[in-house]
C-alpha cells in the first residue's frame, strides 16, 4: 500500500518516542545503580522478522525465531543470558536480554527487546567479571533461551533457580521487572498505533523506515568508503592473565554501494577473558551509527542497511572466541573496536575523522560487609577522554557511550561504605591538538568498611593515538594508597584485591587523542585552557609552543612566535597518525 510522507514522519516520531519511553520507564524503575543512575541497558522495536526499526544495538530477533523451536505467542516474555547462544548478540551473561513478541488482533506484528547490566549472576567474584578467568564456565550463571511467561503465566521455578545463583537477588530481581516493564511499555505503544493508523499501515511505515535508511546508507557508502582496501590495527593492552598486547585489525573497502569490513590479521582468541563475542549485525549498526554520527545525524538507526554490508570475522579470533572462552571484560575490545574502525576510515578522509578516545569501559568493583553486617555490591563504569574531532575539542571525563550518565557522589556516599575525597579532569591527559583531546578522569576513593575491590581498565600500556599531527592521549593508572600511607601501584585488569577501612584508591582513567597540529591552536585558547586547569603551563609551552608569564599567565607573543617556529623545524612533515610506542611483548599472545 501506499503510505503519505506525513504519516510516515508521525509514525518513526512515535517509534523514537517509545525508545525513549522504554529508557524512561527502566531507568525509573530499576533498583541497581548501574542502570538506574548509569543508564546501562538499550532498547529497541522490530518489525514481525525481527529487523530493527528504531534502537541502538542492532537486531539479534531474527536469529533467535530462527533457532527458537517451541512457540510464540501472545503473553509469552523470553529471556537469555548467554552469548554463545544467541550468537553474541549480548556479549556477556551479565547482560540479561528480555524480548516480548507484540500481537495484534492475534497477529504478531512487532518485538519489544531490552538488556541491561545485573550486578551479580554468581561466580567465584562478587559482580561475576573475573579478570583472570579462563572459561565462561567460571564467569557465572549462563541463562540460555527461556520462557520466562509463558503465555502471561510466570515461571516461578526458572526465576527462582536464577536469583538463587546471584550475591544480590533484590535488585536482580527489580531490575529484571524493570526490563520486562520498558518492553511491555512498546508493546502497549505499538498497539495502540495499530489502533490509531491500522496494522497495514503500521507494517507497511516499517518496511518505508528500514528501506529509507538503507536509500540514505548507500549515498554515505558511495560517497565515503574507498574502493581501494584500507587497513588499521590497534592492540588491547592484556588480556588480565599477563599475556599481550592483542592486535586487532580491519580491513575496509567497498564495490558499488556495497561495504565490506574484513578482520583478517586479528589476533587469535586470548586465554584471558577479554574476548569480544562480535555479532555480525550488532557490528553492521556500529558501522551505521559510526557513518550516520559523522556525515549525516538526520538517519534513522535501524537495520535497514544490513544487506549493504558484508562482515568477515575470522572463527578463533579475539573477535570470533570458540565456545567455552571467557568474555566477562569482552568490553576492552568492544571500545577499541570503534578506535580501529575510526582509524581505517581516516585513511581515506582523515579531516573528517577523531583521534583515539581513552578505548575502554573502565569499572571499579568494591564489596564487603557494611556497619551492619548486610552484604554489599558497588560496580560503577568511570570515563575517560572523548577525541579531538573535526568540530572541536573532545570532552573532557565523559562516557563514549551515548545517553550514559555518572553515578552521582551523593547516591554513592548515601548507599555506599565509601567517601570520594576528589572526582575531576585530570590534567594534561588530553592528546594536544588543534582541536585537543579530551581529559581523563581522576577520582579519589577512600573506604570506609573493610572489603575487596576489582577494577577492569585498558590504555595503560597503550596511548590513544592523534591524526593529523595531534598527540596521543596519556595512559590509565591506577594507585592503592594503604591508611599507613604505603602505596601500590595496580595493573588495570585485577580482582579481589582486599582493602581496609581507611584504604585510599586513585582511579586515573586515559586522555583522547588530539586532532591536527597543536601549533595551529589559538594561543588564547591554550591560555584559557591552562586557567581551566585542562593544560599545565609547562605542557602549554611544550606541546602547543605557547610561552605563558610565570605569574600572570599572559601571553608572551614574541617568545610563542619564536617557539613555535623552533618546533616546526625540529618536528618535521606531520604524519596522518600518532602513535606512542607498542605494548611490549608479555606472556603469550595467542592460542
Request: proline share 6%.
Amino acid at each position: 500500500m501506499n503510505l503519505d510522507k506525513i504519516t510516515l514522519d508521525i509514525i518513526e516520531n512515535a517509534l523514537r518516542n517509545t525508545r525513549n519511553e522504554m529508557d524512561a520507564v527502566l531507568f525509573r524503575s530499576a533498583m541497581s545503580p548501574v542502570i538506574r543512575e548509569q543508564h546501562d541497558g538499550f532498547p529497541m522495536i522490530c518489525d514481525p522478522q525481527g529487523h530493527m526499526v528504531v534502537g541502538q544495538f542492532g537486531s539479534y530477533i531474527s536469529g533467535f525465531i530462527k533457532s527458537w523451536q517451541r512457540g510464540i505467542n501472545e503473553g509469552d516474555v523470553f529471556l537469555t543470558s548467554d552469548p554463545y547462544k544467541c550468537g553474541g548478540a549480548i556479549s556477556h551473561i551479565n547482560d540479561w536480554m528480555v524480548l516480548i513478541p507484540i500481537f495484534y488482533q492475534g497477529e504478531l506484528v512487532a518485538w519489544a527487546s531490552q538488556f541491561g547490566h545485573t550486578l551479580d549472576i554468581g561466580g567465584p567474584v562478587a559482580g561475576s567479571l573475573p579478570t583472570d578467568a579462563t572459561t565462561i564456565f567460571g564467569e557465572g550463571t549462563r541463562i540460555p533461551p527461556i520462557k520466562l511467561y509463558d503465555g502471561g503465566k510466570l515461571n516461578q521455578d526458572a526465576l527462582d533457580i536464577i536469583l538463587n545463583n546471584s550475591r544480590t537477588p533484590v535488585m536482580n530481581y527489580f531490575d529484571l521487572m524493570a526490563i520486562i516493564a520498558a518492553c511491555r511499555t512498546a508493546d502497549k505503544r505499538i498497539r495502540e498505533l495499530c489502533d490509531r493508523f491500522g496494522k497495514a499501515t503500521m507494517l507497511t511505515a516499517f518496511t518505508a523506515l528500514l528501506e529509507r535508511t538503507h536509500r540514505a546508507m548507500s549515498h554515505l557508502i558511495e560517497q565515503h568508503l574507498p574502493e581501494t582496501p584500507v587497513s588499521f590495527e590497534d592492540f588491547v593492552d592484556d588480556d588480565g592473565r599477563g599475556n599481550g598486547p592483542y592486535k586487532m585489525k580491519l580491513t575496509l573497502w567497498r564495490e558499488g554501494d556495497k561495504a565490506f569490513f574484513d578482520w583478517a590479521g586479528t589476533d587469535p582468541q586470548a586465554p584471558g577473558p577479554i574476548n569480544f563475542f562480535l555479532n555480525e549485525e550488532m557490528f553492521k549498526m556500529f558501522i551505521g551509527v559510526y557513518l550516520i554520527m559523522v556525515f549525516d545525524p538526520q538517519i534513522l538507526f535501524n537495520d535497514g542497511f544490513y544487506p549493504l554490508i558484508e562482515v568477515r570475522i575470522p572463527a578463533g579470533s579475539l573477535l570470533q572466541p570458540k565456545f567455552p572462552a571467557a568474555l566477562g571484560c569482552r568490553t576492552h575490545a568492544l571500545a577499541r573496536l570503534f578506535d580501529v574502525l575510526g582509524g581505517a576510515l581516516g585513511r581515506q578522509a582523515p579531516e573528517l575523522s577523531t583521534a583515539a578516545g581513552y578505548g575502554t569501559s573502565p569499572y571499579l568493583l568494591y564489596n564487603g560487609e557494611d556497619r551492619d553486617g548486610e552484604f554489599f555490591h558497588l560496580m560503577e563504569i568511570t570515563y575517560g577522554g572523548i577525541p579531538g574531532r573535526p568540530i572541536g575539542d573532545g570532552m573532557d571525563a565523559h562516557s563514549w557511550w551515548p545517553m550514559f550518565e555518572n553515578i552521582p557522589t551523593e547516591y554513592l556516599e548515601t548507599y555506599y561504605p565509601l567517601t570520594i575525597e576528589s572526582y575531576g579532569s585530570r590534567i594534561d591527559t588530553g592528546g594536544a591538538g588543534l582541536h585537543r583531546g579530551g581529559n581523563g578522569v581522576e577520582k579519589v576513593y577512600r573506604f570506609e568498611v573493610d572489603g575487596s575491590i576489582s577494577i577492569h581498565d585498558d590504555r595503560e600500556r597503550s596511548q590513544p593515538w592523534g591524526i593529523l599531527g595531534g598527540l596521543p592521549g596519556a595512559c590509565s593508572e591506577k594507585i592503592l594508597i594503604r591508611k599507613d600511607g604505603t602505596q601500590e601501584r595496580l595493573p588495570s585488569k585485577i580482582s579481589n584485591i582486599p582493602v581496609l577501612a581507611g584504604d585510599k584508591l586513585v582511579y586515573r582513567t586515559a586522555g583522547g587523542g588530539g586532532w591536527k597540529d597543536p601549533l595551529e591552536r589559538a594561543p588564547a585558547e591554550v591560555r584559557q585552557d591552562v586557567l581551566r586547569q585542562l593544560v599545565s603551563r609547562e605542557r602549554a609551552r611544550t606541546d602547543y609552543g605557547v610561552v605563558l608569564d610565570e605569574e600572570t599567565l599572559e601571553i608572551d607573543e614574541v617568545q610563542t612566535t619564536t617557539l613555535r617556529a623552533e618546533l616546526r623545524a625540529q618536528r618535521g612533515p606531520v604524519e596522518i597518525f600518532t602513535f606512542g610506542p607498542t605494548p611490549a611483548l608479555m606472556g603469550v599472545c595467542a592460542v
